[in-house]
């Protein structure tokens, strides 16, 4: 039970400063029906994730990844946004340009809430990328009709758009994901592990630079110690409780 004292600090934090940024992991979009990554329901066929979102997997068995990706594509096409995504879209919608949100998430659903200043920092589930051509398109067809896709304009292998371990996150998108940290004065983490560099020293670089920390997250994680504050529970309760009028 969280006490109400610390929501209310929350808020205050929130209603005096000038600039906010979010940071969300898998968590947030736990109660839209979609398993994280390291909690319950995340293992698929018995295949830890950390075992398909590499290039080495993709290389060895593309048709096994993208198996995986277009479950989860499916998954994702039937879930709709929880009151954790509308919540920061609505801060969003308060603070216009004195607010970033920075998710890992590739399932689209805080733009699908309404949210238009979101950094994705490990790409979108609903890009694919041409592994001979490099061209970059959207794919939204659920299943796709072939495994794995081949690319329109050459017939080169597809991969889905998304950052896997051992590659780098987009340049610009992290620039603005650091530049957000360094300025903003409040941080929300929610619902990641933070355990996944480089978007976990986000952080850590919004403190050296004065932030404040609010973690929200069902468990503790590495993080908790270096936050100011720490909300134990659900995103989709307690970013209403922090965020709404
Ligand atoms: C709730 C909740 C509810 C549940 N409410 N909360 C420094 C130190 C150590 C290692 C490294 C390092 N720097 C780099 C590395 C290596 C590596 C790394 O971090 N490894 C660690 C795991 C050890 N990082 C990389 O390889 C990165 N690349 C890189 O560094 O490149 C360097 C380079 C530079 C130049 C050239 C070349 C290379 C890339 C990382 C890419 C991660 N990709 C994935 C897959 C994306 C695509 C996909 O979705 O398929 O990203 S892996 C996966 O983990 C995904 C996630 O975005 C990411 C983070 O997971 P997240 O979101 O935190 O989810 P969970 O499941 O871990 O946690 C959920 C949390 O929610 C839990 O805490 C729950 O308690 C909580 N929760 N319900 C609130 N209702
Ligand atoms: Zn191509």
């Not at 920061?88 to 998430?105: D, S, V, Y």
């Not at 051992?166 to 990641?192: H, N």
């Not at 504050?229 to 009028?245: H, V």
């Amino acid at each position: 039970m969280i006490p109400d004292s610390d929501i209310q600090t929350a808020r205050e934090w929130l209603a005096g400063a000038s600039r906010v940024a979010a940071l969300t992991g898998a968590g947030i979009s736990a109660e839209s029906g979609i398993p994280t990554f390291r909690g319950p329901g995340g293992l698929w066929r018995n295949f830890r994730p950390e075992d398909l979102a590499t290039p080495e997997a993709f290389h060895r068995d593309p048709n096994l990844v993208w198996e995986w990706y277009d479950w989860r594509r499916g998954l994702i096409a039937q879930a709709r946004p929880n009151l954790g995504h509308y919540a920061l879209a609505e801060l969003e919608q308060k603070m216009g340009g004195r607010f970033m949100l920075i998710t890992q998430n590739v399932d689209g659903l805080h733009n699908r809430a309404g949210s238009q200043r979101v950094l994705k920092l490990h790409g979108d589930i609903w890009w694919t990328l041409c592994t001979a051509c490099g061209d970059v398109t959207s794919d939204y067809r659920v299943p796709l009709p072939e495994l794995p896709p081949r690319c329109a304009k050459c017939g080169g292998l597809l991969r889905p758009g998304v950052v896997w371990f051992g590659e780098a996150l987009p340049a610009r998108t992290w620039e603005q994901a650091e530049e957000a940290a360094r300025s903003c004065d409040v941080l929300i983490v929610a619902g990641t592990s933070a355990v996944v560099y480089p978007a976990a020293s986000l952080a850590p670089l919004a403190k050296r630079y004065g932030a404040r920390i609010i973690e929200i997250n069902t468990e503790e994680t590495p993080l908790s110690g270096a936050a100011d504050l720490c909300l134990r529970g659900a995103s989709g309760e307690l970013l209403p409780r922090i965020i709404a009028s």
